[in-house]
């Protein structure tokens, strides 16, 4: 019994899911799959939404362990629209990534979750950023994370291109989502997808039987 304490106790959480923002020529997509799992074995369920608004032109995608990030994204959105009534302004991408920064890296003893934070604004139009387990911040024009990412780095790197169309960038990210969720058992269900621009959000939803397949289908 002591054994299997310490065991899981090295072993963590495990951050099984499939995360992804890229920005295209106007405007930002942000997307992940729908699948829940329990230390990578158990999946609980199969339609979560890991794609959470936290301002108006602001999403955020999480991995991780679920009860962290939801406390993470929930604080986050609180410290926003106090920002956003404080400035009479919308709040800058930026902005959001640097309060869920701060929120992990104050936490970072307690806290197992990260996530990608995109959006819009009329300071810097599209953008992406990573906020790590540590609580690292990192801008990026493409990236992706959890368990799911191990195996779709190459075609990102050979797929994406900068100043792509809305279409191509979509069409981008949802290709990448089916190949991840189809080689990660931890990774499935739906691909949730938002698409970020000045003249407003969009939310698609590609279900499971209307992915693209690439592999012995």
């Known amino acids: 019994m002591e054994k299997h304490c310490t065991d899981s106790q090295v072993k963590g959480v495990s951050t099984g899911t499939t995360i992804l923002a890229a920005i295209f020529d106007g405007g930002v997509v942000i997307g992940s799959d729908s699948r829940a799992s329990i230390g990578g074995e158990y999946v609980s369920s199969k339609t979560i939404n890991k794609v959470i608004q936290v ?49 992990c890296y104050k936490n970072k003893e307690e806290l197992q979750a990260g996530f990608l934070t995109a959006g ?39 797929k994406y291109k900068p100043n792509m169309s809305r279409e191509e960038c979509l069409q981008f990210a949802t290709n990448a989502l089916a190949l991840a969720m189809g080689r990660d058992n931890v990774s499935g269900g739906v691909a949730h997808l938002v698409v970020i621009q000045e003249t407003g ?17």
Not at 69 to 87: E, P
Not at 123 to 147: A, C, D
Not at 201 to 217: C, T
């Open 55 to 103: 301002h108006d032109q602001i999403f955020c995608c999480m991995a991780g362990s679920l009860a962290d990030a939801q406390f993470v994204t929930k604080a986050a959105k609180s410290h926003l629209a106090f920002h956003s009534v404080q400035m009479e302004n919308p709040p800058l991408v930026i902005t959001a990534a640097s309060v869920l920064k701060e929120l």
């Open 120 to 158: 819009w604004d009329r300071k810097k139009g599209p953008q992406v950023y990573v906020v790590s387990l540590g609580g690292m911040l990192v801008s990026q024009p493409v990236t992706i994370g959890g368990s799911g990412s191990t195996y779709i780095y190459g075609y990102v790197d050979a």
């Open 201 to 217: 959000v969009e939310h698609v939803v590609v279900p499971g039987d209307k992915l693209p397949k690439f592999h012995d289908e």
